[in-house]
């Protein structure tokens, strides 16, 4: 298992496609919750990854204090 912490702008474009497909996946397939992902508050954000071999198996999203959260998303 391997856990990489970054900003924004340290992502890839494939860790970014990754990310918000496991969050769509989890967020508006398996608990029904459609809504908006992309709301301007990654790019203030540290991403949490972890991965399991080269598998994006969780991540968060923890945003600035002024935001007072941090989502945690885990894969089945």
Same mark, same amino acid.
């Given at each position: !298992? =391997? @856990? /990489? #912490?970054?900003?924004? $702008?340290?992502? $890839? @474009?494939?860790?970014?496609?990754?990310?918000?497909? +496991? &969050?769509? /996946?989890?967020?508006?397939?398996?608990?029904?919750?459609?809504? +908006?992902?992309?709301?301007?508050?990654?790019?203030? $954000?540290?991403? @949490? !990854? @972890?991965?399991?071999?080269?598998?994006? #198996?969780?991540?968060?999203?923890? +945003?600035?204090? &002024?935001?007072?959260?941090? &989502? +945690?998303?885990?894969? =089945?």
């Amino acid at each position: !298992m =391997r @856990v /990489e #912490i970054k900003q924004f $702008s340290e992502l $890839s @474009v494939f860790e970014l496609y990754e990310i918000l497909k +496991l &969050r769509s /996946e989890v967020f508006v397939v398996e608990q029904n919750c459609p809504y +908006l992902d992309c709301d301007d508050k990654d790019q203030a $954000s540290y991403h @949490v !990854m @972890v991965y399991e071999e080269d598998q994006l #198996i969780a991540c968060a999203r923890c +945003l600035p204090k &002024r935001y007072f959260v941090c &989502r +945690l998303l885990f894969y =089945r």
